[in-house]
């Protein structure tokens, strides 16, 4: 199970740490099995939460070959799917379904209220959606032009719904590229006050065009951020720098 994540570095500074030696290998069991062991207890005490569990389930067929299988872990009212996995000739049959249904049963009864996983775009990112999952971002630039698509699932109940997300491309005056700049760096704070976040953010070249994805948690969520006092009062700032720009509401295409 590996949902230790980044823990306290220390880090302050060559002169700060003294003489030491870095080893770089293929691999460490023994250093994985350290690290885990003092993540997992600063985990703890950081939040209280030490009932970190693993969590499998598997299908055999009637002569016991495995037909498929998920690993994953319940920590602290949440489940994550690390691994799931049906051999080709059964795909068709729905056992990863029900693989899935049975992680989430557990998941639940061991008191968690909500789920995560990662599925690369070239493996199941509609699978998720299809059993209620919504996406919450992504790791671009994965072999192949792939990306790590990240989902999130409520258990209880509560609704989840997809987010709305905007492409907003922006032709920035040329003379005028700082002071749209510096209009950009005050209005994207604004974004977390009217449930916002900047997914991402491209620009040309020549720095004449970028185009930024936002997305919300809902459209009243959106209307709010364009209707927010501040926003028009930075925006009435621009004068002549104000940038051209278009917004479309965008989905996604996989």
């Given at each position: 199970?590996?949902?230790?994540?980044?823990?306290?570095?220390?880090d302050g500074g060559d002169a700060a740490r003294g003489a030491g030696t870095v080893d770089v290998v293929d691999g460490d069991s023994e250093l994985k099995a350290r690290l885990e062991k003092e993540l997992t207890a600063f985990n703890v005490r950081m939040t209280g939460a030490d009932d970190e569990a693993s969590l499998s389930v598997r299908v055999t067929d009637q002569a016991g070959a495995l037909?498929?299988?998920?690993?994953?872990?319940?920590?602290?009212?949440?489940?994550?799917?690390?691994?799931?996995?049906?051999?080709?000739?059964?795909?068709?049959?729905?056992?990863?379904?029900?693989?899935?249904?049975?992680?989430?049963?557990?998941?639940?009864?061991?008191?968690?209220?909500?789920?995560?996983?990662?599925?690369?775009?070239?493996?199941?990112?509609?699978?998720?959606?299809?059993?209620?999952?919504?996406?919450?971002?992504?790791?671009?630039?994965?072999?192949?032009?792939?990306?790590?698509?990240?989902?999130?699932?409520?258990?209880?109940?509560?609704?989840?719904?997809?987010?709305?997300?905007?492409?907003?491309?922006?032709?920035?005056?040329?003379?005028?590229?700082?002071?749209?700049?510096?209009?950009?760096?005050?209005?994207?704070?604004?974004?977390?006050?009217?449930?916002?976040?900047?997914?991402?953010?491209?620009?040309?070249?020549?720095?004449?065009?970028?185009?930024?994805?936002?997305?919300?948690?809902?459209?009243?969520?959106?209307?709010?951020?364009?209707?927010?006092?501040?926003?028009?009062?930075?925006?009435?700032?621009?004068?002549?720098?104000?940038?051209?720009?278009?917004?479309?509401?965008?989905?996604?295409?996989?």
């Open positions: 199970m590996t949902i230790k994540h980044g823990g306290p570095a220390g037909v498929g299988g998920l690993a994953g872990w319940t920590w602290g009212g949440c489940g994550g799917i690390g691994l799931l996995w049906v051999r080709e000739q059964s795909r068709r049959e729905g056992w990863g379904s029900r693989l899935l249904r049975a992680a989430e049963q557990e998941a639940r009864r061991r008191g968690c209220t909500r789920m995560v996983v990662s599925s690369m775009t070239f493996q199941a990112p509609g699978f998720y959606r299809r059993h209620g999952y919504v996406e919450t971002g992504r790791t671009e630039g994965l072999p192949g032009g792939h990306s790590d698509v990240h989902f999130f699932k409520r258990l209880d109940g509560k609704a989840t719904g997809p987010r709305l997300r905007v492409a907003v491309v922006l032709d920035l005056p040329g003379q005028h590229v700082d002071a749209a700049q510096r209009y950009q760096d005050l209005v994207r704070p604004l974004l977390a006050d009217h449930g916002g976040r900047l997914e991402q953010r491209l620009r040309t070249a020549d720095s004449g065009t970028e185009v930024h994805v936002l997305s919300f948690a809902s459209r009243s969520g959106y209307d709010s951020y364009l209707a927010d006092p501040r926003r028009a009062e930075y925006h009435a700032e621009l004068g002549d720098a104000e940038p051209r720009g278009r917004v479309l509401e965008v989905h996604e295409v996989i």
